[in-house]
């Protein structure tokens, strides 16, 4: 399962990844989010070398700010601690598998 981040252990566990890493820009009022929550708890299972983490965009606003994070659920994915790749909104499973073998 996804962990969940705020600005400190974004650092450590996104930025500083020694590999891809995607960070999930959710709500917990967002009905896409919730959608897409049990798509990535699959893709960590079946990718341990990509580390998956979550950011609540209600509580972390300098995150979403940073990254212009304009709605949810918005994926960005990292390597060596720039961002490679966003998706935004719900997509599929193949989407989001597609994109993580394109950065890895």
């Keep these: 399962m996804a ?24 709500s917990d009022s967002c009905i896409p989010c919730k959608k897409l929550s049990p798509i990535l708890a699959d893709l960590d299972e079946k990718y341990p070398d990509v580390y998956i983490g979550k950011v609540n965009i209600v509580y972390e606003q300098e995150l979403i700010e940073e ?33 993580i073998e394109k950065n890895k």
């Design 3 to 26: 962990e969940r981040l705020n600005k400190d252990s974004f650092q450590e566990k996104v930025l500083n990844a020694p590999g891809l890493a995607i960070a999930d820009f959710y």
């Design 67 to 99: 990254y212009s994070v304009m709605s949810s659920p918005v994926l960005i994915f990292f390597k060596n601690g720039e961002e490679v790749d966003r998706i935004t909104g719900a997509v599929s499973k193949y989407k989001i598998e597609e994109a």
